[in-house]
Nanobody
Framework: QVQVVESGGGLVQPGGSLRLSCAASGRMLSISRMTWYRQVPGRPRELVASITVAGSTTVADSLRGRFTISRDNAKNTVFLQMSSVKPEDTAVYYC?????????WGQGTQVTVSS
């Protein structure tokens, strides 16, 4: 069984920074890709950033320059560094891991940007 757990969410002031973590554990083969999504109530889930096992990254156009994704393959962990955050970044952030052709989701972590 595979578990995906996000952490690091919380309240941050506009202009501040926050780093989210996502760790995958359990019985699994190699992780092909890990992806961050976010969702605001009443709106579709939105892709934030993705990273492959080889380190190739993709960041949503609207977030490039402020958000960075990285990973620690040895620890099966991916990080989302959020900088210069804005109130519109407020959302639940979810992590998804692609492992042996199957997708596994975490429970999400709330990020609130407010003064």
């Amino acid at each position: 069984q595979v578990q995906v757990v996000e952490s690091g969410g919380g309240l941050v002031q506009p202009g501040g920074s926050l780093r989210l973590s996502c760790a995958a554990s359990g019985r699994m083969l190699s992780i092909s890709r890990m992806t961050w999504y976010r969702q605001v109530p009443g709106r579709p889930r939105e892709l934030v950033a993705s990273i492959t096992v080889a380190g190739s990254t993709t960041v949503a156009d609207s977030l490039r320059g402020r958000f960075t994704i990285s990973r620690d393959n040895a620890k099966n962990t991916v990080f989302l560094q959020m900088s210069s955050v804005k109130p519109e970044d407020t959302a639940v952030y979810y992590c998804n891991a692609l492992i042996a052709g199957s997708y596994y989701w975490g429970q999400g972590t709330q990020v609130t940007v407010s003064s």
